[in-house]
């Protein structure tokens, strides 16, 4: 049974994406709003809705979300949709039909609606895989852009979805990424205003979209004071209204303190009064300040953020204002100054501007020279220290230990006494069949006075018998201590707990390795196998000796993978001298294999590369 979430297409799900851009530059401002949302959302379902608003607001009047249930059932799969719906359980039975059918196809699926009916329906498979199925679905109409624009950005929006579901964990790194170029942007943006005043709007409002938040407010540095001079989403203000005022105080509080100011106040904070005031009154649930400063300590002025919503009270919210503020500080000093200066300090500017673009250009070259020139790559890996061989002290024979002597990690030397069965039962045994081998004698030598030549065969087969059992109960008799086979540490093994218990025959009581001769097991992760063979050098640290790194050479790498922590490795070997003892067997450290040269371009960045081919291609 399908189910139908309808979203409201009056909400505001991606702050400043409520205009539709134009046919021309529709495909970059939506690969600019995916990248954005991709890097905003860290929620599944926050993600799915934003990308079915920006489609929304972009290209086409309805987007669905089409997902299968458990096992990929699509008798029970589930519509979320932004837009107007057609009604009834036709439409969502048609509608699962062609994502149930673009999914098994692993391609697009366009058809319509009816035969005589010029809407359309658009379904796009997100899933590639077998077990879940997940289509992005679009209804098309004559009002919306042509079939090869919804298409594009159909696909497009999938493949961001894509991307950020198989990609998640590498979310905190896009985000910084995005904030930075965001940054950089807007302070390119600030300096081409003619005014401080445009400056400041700009900078309230680009900052309300990118963080979508409630309210954006900016304040300039005045020779008289503080001055409130710009809000996100307002053209011009009355100063007098209680929201202003309340507002004006907030950044004065911030400015005289100049340090940040936030509501709720962080635990190193007093309870700021204005900002509480402005909280409360106003039914904000974050409310936080920061003094605008340039790097060189020159207050500009102050910005307040304030949210009806939880999207501030995050450290990715509060690290971008931190990190943006003494950048758009220094933008915004630069558009005052520029506001002052003559013409023919224009044309000195223009001049610097120019020398500025040189400038740029040599680093740009110093840059490049960097990333061509050949450097060794790296290869960074876990290691393990395990001994050369490896043997074991068994039970010579089923019994009872009667004690153990030795523990895991206790150092032994050849023939050391490691446990003792127990020969009270064995020699019981003896006894009884040395009593019987007299009797069965003397039995011989009655038989034979009486000439009874078939019982006398028979019995000496009986001692035959007695004298083999007799023979096994002296060997053991002469087993009963257990002792180590070679000079080494206990690996593993401990009778304390298991004395006077049974044991088999062959058992292993104790698993001995040698001190003298171990090996390091380094773990390279599959993802660099192709760098990485033997004869390379290696730099090793072992836990606790980390400043006398061993260096030695990898001796031989094996032609097999193996599971180790939840990680494929392959294993490389590298010989280590103990001959000090200093070393035990199951120390863990790290590694560091010196790879072949390639550029230092390709070693910093041919992962991510590499990640992306592997993604993008199907």
């Known amino acids: 049974m399908a189910t139908i979430s309808p979203t409201p297409t009056s909400g505001n799900a991606l702050s400043g994406l409520s205009t539709r851009p134009s046919p021309a530059d529709t495909m970059t401002s939506l690969h600019t709003r995916l990248l954005r949302a991709t890097g905003e959302f860290a929620d599944a379902d926050e993600l799915a809705k934003s990308i079915r608003r920006i489609l929304v607001d972009s290209v086409v009047s309805t987007v669905l979300h089409v997902q299968a249930g458990e096992r990929n059932d699509w008798d029970s799969a589930t519509i979320q949709a932004t837009g107007d719906l057609p009604e009834g359980r036709a439409f969502s039975d048609q509608v699962i039909a062609a994502a149930r059918a673009a999914h098994a196809r692993k391609r697009t699926q366009v058809q319509r609606l009816a035969e005589k009916d010029p809407i359309e329906l658009i379904c796009v498979p997100v899933s590639r895989d077998s077990e879940s199925g997940s289509v992005l679905a679009a209804i098309r109409d004559r009002s919306d852009a042509n079939l090869a624009t919804v298409l594009q950005a159909l696909e497009l929006a999938a493949e961001y979805e894509r991307l950020w579901s198989r990609g998640n964990d590498s979310s905190a790194a896009q985000w910084k990424l995005n904030s930075l170029a965001a940054i950089i ?10 005014s401080i005043e445009e400056a400041a709007f700009l900078l309230a409002n680009e900052t309300a979209r990118y963080l979508d938040c409630t309210r954006v ?27 202003i005022r309340a507002m004006q105080d907030a950044v004065v509080e911030c400015h005289s303190k100049n340090a940040e100011i936030s509501w709720p106040p962080q635990e190193s904070q007093t309870s700021p009064l204005a900002h509480r005031l402005l909280a ?46 003494p950048r758009f500080a220094n933008a915004m000093k630069t558009v005052a100054a520029s506001r002052s200066r003559s013409s023919w300090y224009h044309s000195a500017s223009k001049a610097l501007l120019s020398r500025r673009g040189w400038i740029a250009l040599a680093g740009m070259i110093l ?35 009667e004690e153990g002597y030795a523990e895991a990690g206790d150092l032994v030397g050849k023939n050391t006494l490691l446990a003792r069965m127990d020969g009270r039962e064995l ?49 053991r008799a002469d087993h009963l201590e257990i002792r180590s086979p070679i000079d080494g540490v206990v ?46 050098a290696v730099r090793i640290w072992i836990e606790g000796f980390e400043r006398e790194p061993i260096d030695g050479i990898l001796e031989e790498v094996l032609p097999e993978s193996e599971q180790r922590d939840q990680r494929n490795v392959f294993i490389a070997k590298v010989h280590l001298d103990n001959t000090d003892s200093r070393f035990r067997p199951g120390m863990r450290g790290s590694a560091r294999i010196t790879g072949p040269r390639h550029h230092l371009a390709w070693n910093l960045f041919h992962k991510p590369w590499e990640f992306l081919l592997s993604r993008l291609t199907w």
């Open 491 to 536: 690996l593993r093994g401990s009778l304390e707990k298991s004395q006077s218990a049974p044991v088999e025959i062959g058992q292993v009581l104790y698993e001995i390795g040698p001190l003298e001769n171990l090996v390091i097991e380094v773990e390279i992760p599959s993802d660099e196998m192709a760098q990485v063979k033997a004869g390379q």
């Open 185 to 194: 942007e807007l302070v390119s943006k600030i300096e081409d205003q003619s």
């Open 280 to 325: 409360e009154k106003y039914n904000f649930r974050i409310a936080f300040s920061l003094p605008l400063s340039t790097p060189d300590g020159n207050l500009v002025g102050a910005w307040l953020f304030s949210d009806r919503d939880d999207r501030l009270d995050s450290d990715r919210m509060r690290s971008f204002a931190r990190a943006a503020s």
């Open 427 to 475: 020699g019981l045994e003896l006894s009884a069949a040395r009593a019987k081998r007299g009797q069965t004698v003397k039995q011989r030598d009655v038989e034979l006075s009486e000439q009874s030549i078939s019982d006398v065969v028979i019995t000496q087969l009986e001692m035959k018998r007695i004298d083999t059992r007799l023979a096994l109960l002296s060997h």
């Open 217 to 243: 407010a900016v304040a300039i540095a005045r020779p008289n004071g503080l001055r409130l001079t710009a809000i996100s989403g307002m053209n011009s203000f009355d100063r007098q209204s209680e929201t």
């Open 367 to 401: 840059c490049a020279t960097l990333l061509a020139t050949p450097m060794s790559y790296r290869v960074r890996c876990e290691c393990v220290i395990e001994p050369v061989e490896r043997r074991y002290a068994v039970a010579p024979f089923a019994g009872i230990i």
